[in-house]
Nanobody
C-alpha cells in the first residue's frame, strides 16, 4: 500500500509557474509507477503525466507537452509536477496517483492509489 498527499496548489496568473509535490508513504514506493491527473469543474478526470519507477520514462498529455515536467526522487519518496506557462484551461484539481508494476499508464482506472487532490487556479 501507498498513501499519497499532494501539495503546492494555489492561485497563479496566466503565464506563471507552479510546482506541485506528492509525498508518498508506504512500502516499496520506488517500485510504483506514478501519474498526475486533473479534473476541472464539470469535466472528466484527465491524464496529465506519468513516470515509471524502473527506467524513468515519461509520458505527457498533448495539452501539457513542453510546459509541464514530471519527476521523482525515490530517496525522498516524492513526485513532482513542474508547471510552466500556465493557462486558464489548466485550472483544475490535480491528483497524484500510483500504480504497482512496470509500464506507463494514462487511464485513471489503471491506478490503484490516489491523493486527496490540490486545487490549481490560473487567472486570465
Amino acid at each position: 500500500q501507498v498513501q499519497l498527499v499532494e501539495a503546492g496548489g494555489g492561485l497563479v496568473q496566466a503565464g506563471g509557474s507552479l510546482r506541485l509535490s506528492c509525498a508518498a508513504s508506504g512500502r516499496t514506493f520506488s517500485r510504483y509507477n506514478m501519474g498526475w491527473f486533473r479534473q476541472a469543474a464539470g469535466k472528466e478526470r484527465e491524464f496529465v503525466a506519468a513516470i515509471t519507477w524502473n527506467t524513468g520514462r515519461t509520458l505527457y498529455a498533448d495539452s501539457v507537452k513542453g510546459r509541464f515536467t514530471i519527476s521523482r526522487d525515490n530517496a525522498k519518496n516524492m513526485v513532482y509536477l513542474q508547471m510552466k506557462s500556465l493557462k486558464p484551461e489548466d485550472t483544475a484539481v490535480y491528483y497524484c496517483a500510483a500504480r504497482e508494476g512496470a509500464g506507463l499508464y494514462f487511464a485513471a482506472g489503471e491506478y490503484d492509489y490516489w491523493g486527496q487532490g490540490t486545487q490549481v487556479t490560473v487567472s486570465s
